[in-house]
C-alpha cells in the first residue's frame, strides 16, 4: 500500500476513533466533540505516525526529482559561472569613508 494512502487512513481512523469516544463518553456538544477529536488525532497522529509521515515525504521527494538540464540552463550557467570568475579575478578598490575619498582628490590634485 502506498505511503500516503496508510497515512491518510491512519490519520482519519484516529479521528474518528476519538471523536465516537468523545461523543459517547462525554456531555460535549457534537461540534465542540469534532473539535477536540481533530485536536486530539492531530497530537496523537503527531507522536505517533512520524515513521509513515517520513516515508510519505521521501516519496514526494523522489517523485519530484531532479530538474531535466537543457542547453538553456547550460549556457546560463557558464555565463553565470564566467562572471563569478570574473568579478572574482579583478577586485575593485573602494573608498572607505569620505576622508578617503577626500585624500584621494588631494593626492591627484598635488599632481
Do not use: C
Amino acid at each position: 500500500m502506498k505511503a500516503w494512502l496508510l497515512y491518510t487512513l491512519a490519520r482519519l481512523g484516529i479521528f474518528v476513533v476519538a471523536l465516537v469516544l468523545l461523543l459517547l463518553l462525554t456531555p460535549m456538544p457534537w461540534y465542540w466533540a469534532t473539535i477536540v477529536a481533530a485536536l486530539v488525532g492531530l497530537l496523537i497522529s503527531y507522536i505517533a505516525l512520524s515513521g509513515l509521515r517520513t516515508q510519505v515525504a521521501l516519496s514526494l521527494a523522489n517523485r519530484r526529482g531532479a530538474p531535466e538540464r537543457d542547453a538553456d540552463s547550460d549556457f546560463e550557467d557558464d555565463f553565470v559561472d564566467a562572471a563569478d570568475s570574473d568579478a572574482a579575478a579583478t577586485p575593485t578598490v573602494r573608498p572607505v569613508s569620505d576622508a578617503d575619498r577626500h585624500g584621494a582628490r588631494r593626492d591627484t590634485d598635488a599632481d
